[in-house]
């Protein structure tokens, strides 16, 4: 136990717990009722309670030696399956998505726990192929594997995790050191992919999410409406904010899907420049840990498993931000540990877990 004490990452941990006190503080002062109304603090209650079963299971899991899921990775892949095909059936429909599972008066998502399974899945296959220098065998054999689970994943229909997963198995294979010539050729079918799900696939409420990136001022007041608010909220907060509680664009409610996909520009809003510096730092922090993880991993499971991991909470945060600066299409992705959500706050401290797992273990 004091081995234990001693090698976990307590900068890590200490890192991730300071950005769900951000996200905490956010989702406080979204709870505040707008003049006249009655403040509401159930979402923040119940965020408390995610965040706290969280940060248990990031201190307990390293407890158990993260070398054991190489062997689980298969088991792993059919339940992730099994999973997103019972979502199907049985699954309730949430924004048009029938992505979720209601379980004693909370929502299940689990895409969130697929995200955790696909990086076990893709670490363990891409360590036991990666000195094979043809690159053929990672790109079919595990592009066979992710297209499946993509294609139950844009069923329900949720694109933004679709695109979250199909960016996290880019990033690894580029790491496992795919050749230019195999990079152009899946650059090209994703391209192809990309053309038949806009014209067979996606709902038309996703295209117009895409649309309204290119030029959200033909509707400012419909469709264009969030990324419109978000913009506003997000530079109206200058240096220092205008404190929490205190912003206009979510406390008289102008910024939709505050406490979610638009916590971003609440922060910006309420905490300013200040606030969101403060906020990337800490981002910062946790990358440049996991980054020390995988750089001294001791096998090719331990590097692919953290960089994995690393590149899953990298990607969502890059989605979420380029969403509500305008950079990017919003695809209803949430901000790691900062937006409310039980499923996701959750199931990032688990991947956290993992990596203090490697960490005790190094």
């Not at 709870?31 to 603090?41: C, H, I, M």
């Not at 053929?136 to 594997?145: E, M, N, P, R």
């Not at 790491?175 to 990079?183: A, C, E, F, K, P």
């Not at 530079?235 to 509680?245: A, Q, T």
């Amino acid at each position: 136990m004091p081995t234990y004490f001693r090698k976990f990452d307590w900068m890590l941990f200490a890192a991730c717990a300071v950005l769900s006190a951000f996200g905490l503080a956010a989702i406080y002062s979204t709870s505040l009722g707008a003049q006249g109304t009655a403040n509401d603090f159930s979402l923040f209650w119940k965020q408390v309670a995610f965040v706290c079963v969280g940060l248990f299971a990031a201190l307990i899991l390293p407890v158990f030696d993260y070398r054991q899921l190489s062997g689980l990775a298969k088991a792993l892949y059919v339940l992730s399956v099994v999973l997103l095909v019972a979502v199907l059936f049985f699954g309730h429909t949430v924004r048009g998505a029938r992505s979720w599972f209601g379980i004693g008066g909370f929502g299940v998502q689990p895409v969130e726990i697929v995200k955790i399974s696909m990086v076990i899945v893709l670490a363990k296959f891409f360590s036991d192929y990666a000195r094979h220098p043809e690159g053929l065998q990672q790109i079919f054999g595990s592009g066979s594997s992710m297209s499946v689970v993509l294609l139950l994943v844009l069923l329900q229909p949720d694109l933004g995790s679709a695109l979250l997963l199909l960016a996290m198995w880019g990033s690894l294979l580029l790491v496992s050191g795919i050749r230019r010539t195999h990079l152009v050729v899946i650059s090209l079918v994703c391209v192809s992919v990309a053309v038949v799900s806009w014209m067979c696939i996606l709902k038309p409420y996703q295209k117009d999410r895409i649309s309204v990136f290119w030029n959200p001022a033909n509707d400012p007041s419909g469709k264009g409406y969030n990324v419109t608010q978000a913009i506003i909220a997000s530079g109206s907060g200058g240096v220092v904010g205008k404190g929490l509680g205190f912003g206009s664009q979510s406390q008289l409610r102008f910024l939709p899907e505050r406490q979610t996909d638009f916590i971003f520009s609440v922060i910006g809003e309420e905490l300013g420049f200040i606030g969101v510096f403060i906020l990337c730092g800490l981002y910062a922090v946790m990358f440049y840990r996991g980054y020390r993880l995988a750089k001294g991993s001791q096998d090719d499971f331990t590097m692919f498993l953290a960089l994995g991991i690393m590149c899953s909470i990298g990607i969502e945060i890059f989605v979420n931000v380029g969403g509500n600066l305008r950079l990017l299409p919003v695809t209803g992705v949430t901000l790691p540990f900062i937006s409310y959500g039980g499923s996701s706050v959750v199931a990032k401290y688990v991947m956290i877990g993992i990596l203090e797992s490697v960490a005790v273990r190094r």
